[in-house]
């Protein structure tokens, strides 16, 4: 037992050495181990979460058909106020003539 853990510890002490002599495998590794943890999230996170969405049948929800024409209603009304602030003529304040009532 005591000569596995010699060996271990000394493995560890030389496995800096041993990655920066090979520092370029070491990369290579380092990168393709990244690239296959991202895939494998990738996956995990988007395309698996949207193959039990369509397997569960979605959400459903009932819609209250009154409060939809309600909101419906005010929205129409307030784009009628949007639309018609463009037509309204202002008088230019800064023209020579004009009273402080006109303006």
């Not at 495998?25 to 193959?51: H, N, P, Q, R």
């Amino acid at each position: 037992m005591k000569l596995e853990k010699e060996k271990i510890i000394n493995f560890l002490l030389k496995f800096p050495w041993i990655v920066a002599k090979h520092a370029f495998f070491a990369c290579l590794v380092i990168f393709f181990l990244a690239l296959f943890l991202g895939i494998l999230l990738f996956y995990k996170c988007d395309i698996a979460s949207e193959t039990a969405y369509f397997e569960n049948g979605g959400e459903t929800f009932l819609l209250n058909y009154q409060s939809y024409q309600y909101v419906l209603k005010q929205w129409k009304e307030g784009e009628k106020k949007f639309m018609g602030t463009d037509y309204r003529e202002y008088k230019n304040p800064f023209e020579k003539g004009l009273t402080e009532e006109e303006i």
